[in-house]
């Protein structure tokens, strides 16, 4: 299994955004329902946005209004979008499989950090 890879993650300023990209492969194709997940400092991973099949969308309350998940089937990649950012969204952000099945374990990638300076 080839693991999804993550990119997009820096160091931004309160307020800022960026823009992460997950990348799927030949052998994972993200029309599936996926998801965005973060681990924070000193804190168990985390779901932080999903979207199913049916491109139905869900967030977590702390990021409404402000991170946007979408993907592009064609190209088999999955976004985020992150506008007004602040210190509680630094982290290490992954792309996986919106599932609780057990396979998801074999494409956890490194994920990209997201540093939110203070």
């Known amino acids: 299994q080839v693991p999804l890879k993550e990119s997009g993650g820096g160091l931004v300023q309160p307020g800022g955004s960026l823009r992460l990209s997950c990348v799927g492969s030949?052998?994972?194709?993200?029309?599936?329902?996926m998801a965005w997940y973060r681990q924070r400092p000193g804190k168990q991973r985390e779901v932080v946005a999903t979207i199913n099949a049916g491109d139905i969308i869900t967030y977590i309350d702390s990021v409404k209004g402000r991170f946007t998940i979408s993907r592009d089937s064609a190209k088999n990649m999955l976004y985020l979008q992150m506008n007004n950012l602040n210190v509680d969204d630094t982290g290490v952000y992954y792309c996986n499989a919106d599932t609780s099945a057990s396979w998801k374990n074999d494409y956890w990638g490194q994920g990209t950090q997201v540093t939110v300076l203070s």
């Open positions: 030949s052998q994972f194709s993200v029309r599936i329902p």
